[in-house]
């Protein structure tokens, strides 16, 4: 390709479109024609294209080393992120059992709040029936205390005015005697 090239650049050159003749160094377009040559040459001669081609392929291997080393980063990240949405599922199913779990203990907490709760209203229906059992008695008790004291004091009336201070001593008397003969 190289060895064709130059010979197509000779004849598809304006050298060629020159009138008179043109191998003669008045004729400037020969002389650009020689000027071109040598500059070509030159750069053939000090390897620029070889240089060229040489940094060309370096950084055509520094391009490739980085889209690697991107393809590495981009598996990598990859992974991370598979880890990370494996984690946060993790957490997230963690949370639910928490979740769960504090909503089991809040039934639990409540049902056995809700029995002590009967327990203790239980307790205190015991307690107030008690209460009132034992005001009950209570009450009776002083119905009859008071009772016995009017009936007690009526009695009083009745024997201090049918009775005489002789039936009075001989009553006291005999209830001395009764009180002796039981004490003995």
Do not use: C, W
């Not at 393809?71 to 769960?100: F, G, N, P």
């Amino acid at each position: 390709m190289k060895r064709l090239s130059i010979p197509m650049m000779l004849l598809a050159s304006p050298a060629t479109a020159a009138s008179g003749p043109f191998f003669s160094l008045g004729n400037t377009d020969f002389v650009v024609l020689l000027g071109f040559l040598s500059f070509v040459a030159l750069l053939v001669y000090l390897k620029v294209p070889a240089k060229l081609t040489g940094m060309l392929d370096a950084r055509a291997a520094t391009i490739k080393a980085e889209l690697e080393e991107a393809r590495a980063l981009r598996e990598e990240a990859k992974s991370i992120l598979a880890t990370y949405e494996r984690r946060q599922k993790e957490v997230q199913e963690q949370a639910e059992r928490i979740v769960a779990s504090a909503r089991d203990e809040a039934l639990s907490a409540a049902d056995h709040a809700k029995a002590e709760l009967h327990r203790s209203i239980e307790r205190r229906m015991a307690a107030a029936t008690e209460q009132i059992a034992s005001a009950e008695a209570g009450a009776i008790r002083q119905v009859r205390e008071q009772a016995v004291a009017v009936a007690v004091a009526a009695a009083g009336d009745i024997l201090s005015k049918q009775m005489t201070a002789d039936a009075t001593s001989a009553s006291i008397d005999a209830a001395i005697a009764q009180v002796e003969a039981r004490l003995h």
